[in-house]
């Protein structure tokens, strides 16, 4: 399955945003979202299971972002509320075969190619 992320953009602080990702295929995949910022490792943002009964989410994001799924638009969506500088980074969504929800990159079986996210203070 191929994956392509959307809807970053530049945005202020306290700014809200909403990423997509399609996937080319309709799946019962365990979906993420990830990022990077420059000089830094990838980092875990938000997970959901196929059956939507797991979902995690990073400590520094939590009660600001949202994760959901529309399975019959094939999508999974980040809602990013409150934004904030530190939120800077390529957001990567990413696929798990087996269904489940995942903190952990080397879960993932397939990645989008990133959308650039950038907060200004």
């Known amino acids: 399955v191929q994956l392509q992320a959307s809807g970053g953009g530049l945005v202020q602080a306290g700014g809200s945003l909403t990423l997509s990702c399609v996937a080319s295929t309709r799946n019962t995949y365990g979906l993420g979202w990830f990022r990077q910022a420059p000089g830094k490792e990838r980092e875990f943002v938000a997970a959901l299971s196929w059956s939507g009964l797991g979902q995690y989410y990073a400590d520094s994001v939590k009660a600001r972002f949202t994760i959901s799924r529309d399975n019959d638009k094939k999508k999974v969506y980040l809602r990013m509320n409150s934004l904030k500088p530190e939120d800077t980074a390529v957001y990567y969504c990413?696929?798990?075969?087996?269904?489940?929800?995942?903190?952990?990159?080397?879960?993932?079986?397939?990645w989008g190619q990133g959308t650039q996210v950038t907060v200004s203070s």
């Open positions: 990413a696929a798990s075969r087996s269904g489940g929800a995942s903190r952990d990159w080397f879960n993932y079986d397939y």
